[in-house]
């Protein structure tokens, strides 16, 4: 019996292809898998992302990558809107698993036939499975997101602590002290909860924090090849 055909579609918030995360899934997942690199931003200006994807005061934002390396915040419902037309674009070309490359938490979206993969959905109960009754520190990049993403960890034994560093502030520094910062209040284990968090991110966070650090789209690219 042989394997049905494969192919990776992968989604950024941001413009793709992202140099700083297409590296972590190429060491995990096979080079005789074809892969589609899509964003929700690709192709727009400053003036249309801003005009599209602004931030709406109160409301729950992200934040990515752009191509030339600059950072933009986005509205979290219109990247919702806008990954479930990029869904079908990338099933309509033959993808047969879709991999979403951000870990915030997204309502609703689906897929015809291709097998989806959410790291939202996956990352904080096995976290949790990990952890047990040991206190989490999670480091994220927006000081909103403490509680605009506090649901998706209410399987965790004990209420998260947390600690915020942009990946993309280009200052490993800032990452090191939030991991120190969740140490100092007796985190046993740091979770990394942004794909903009790389492999020297993890060090930095280990390093200072003297304990285990999970970079989200290391475990989410490790479980997306063994789908693939």
């Not at 964003?39 to 801003?50: T, Y």
């Not at 709406?56 to 509205?75: C, K, N």
């Not at 919702?80 to 674009?89: I, N, S, V």
């Not at 991999?99 to 790291?119: D, H, I, K, N, Y």
Request: charged content about 20%; proline content about 6%.
């Amino acid at each position: 019996m042989t394997m049905r055909s494969r192919k990776l579609g992968t989604i950024t918030i941001g413009q793709a292809p992202r140099p700083d995360i297409t590296p972590i899934l190429d060491a995990a997942i096979g080079a005789d898998v074809p892969r589609l690199h899509v964003g929700l931003l690709d192709g727009l200006g400053r003036e249309e992302i801003a005009a599209r994807f602004a931030p709406v005061a109160g409301q729950p934002e992200l934040i990515t990558r752009l191509l030339d390396g600059s950072v933009v915040t986005i509205d979290r419902h219109a990247a919702q809107e806008a990954a479930r037309t990029k869904l079908g674009d990338l099933e309509a070309a033959g993808c047969t698993t879709i991999l979403l490359l951000c870990t915030g938490q997204f309502a609703s979206l689906t897929c015809r036939t291709a097998w989806l993969v959410e790291p939202d959905r996956i990352v904080p109960p096995a976290v949790a499975a990990l952890a047990g009754d040991r206190q989490v520190g999670i480091v994220v990049p927006l000081a909103s997101q403490i509680a605009s993403e506090a649901g998706k960890w209410a399987g965790l034994a004990h209420p998260p602590i947390y600690a915020v560093a942009s990946p993309y502030a280009g200052d490993d520094a800032a990452v090191a002290a939030a991991a120190r910062g969740l140490r100092d209040q007796w985190a046993d284990i740091v979770v990394m909860d942004c794909m903009g968090f790389v492999e020297h991110h993890r060090r930095a966070a280990a390093e200072s924090a003297d304990c285990p650090v999970i970079l989200s789209n290391a475990l989410i690219a490790k479980l997306t090849a063994e789908v693939l």
